[in-house]
């Protein structure tokens, strides 16, 4: 059982408070859905958990079973199993995707476990083409540098082919529905759900949109506004928010 603790986190950039005492505990096999107008906040507690330099916490903890992580860099932070789906993943001119997820894989897998067996390049081709399939990626994909002249698509289930790749014990995935047509969608959420019932991992999805929590069940929903947790409740939660808009529920100070 592996819990990641949010406590009472405050968090600036470039002096501007954002993040204003967020509290969240996320569990092994649990899905959490974090709901929030743009600008909320959403993408700075994904980055702020994650360990993005650009961000310095004022107040509060981060705790991955127990341990306090706020002060490690990000890659220790995924060697402990903590990932993040950026919301828009950046392109890598010259390292193949294939290359990227292997180094990634071998890196994480050797940090968790000295005596890990290093994975050889084509080993690791037969280990991705199941993943590839799932996301139905087309396979020359791999051959590409990474997300370089990607469609929005096709960044999105390669961000996902990561978690496939690193099967990570808890999953930030931020947005990982915007720019995806309904098929799509309904892929990457398969490849998700599939991912969750195989690792158990516990995720935290982040979204605007109701529509992909019809695929991916959340078991709580939280309502983001203004740096703050301001209501969470199951999956209904998140039908209201689509039937009645965030203004019903957001009563921010003047
Ligand atoms: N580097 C930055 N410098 C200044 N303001 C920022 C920076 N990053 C984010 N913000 C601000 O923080 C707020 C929250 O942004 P973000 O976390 O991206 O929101 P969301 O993901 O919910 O749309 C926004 O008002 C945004 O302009
Ligand atoms: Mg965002």
Redesign the pocket.
Known sequence: MDTLEIIALRAE??K?E?LKGINLKIRSGEIHAIM??????????C?VVMGHP?YKITEGKIKLNGKKIEKLPANKRANLGLFLAF?NPTEIQGVTLNNFLRLAKNTNAKAQNKKAKHISPSEFLQTISQSMDLLEMDKKLAGRSVNEGFSGGEKKRAEIMQMAVLKPRIALL??IDSGLDIDALKTVAKAIKRLHKQTKCGILL?THYQRILNYITPDFVHI?SN?KIIKSGDKKLAQKLEKHGYEKFVKEPA
Do not use: A, H, M
Not at 36 to 45: E, P
């Open positions: 950039t470039n501007t954002i929030g107008k743009n600008g909320s906040g959403k993408s700075t507690l980055n650009k919301q931020d947005e982040i983001i740096g």
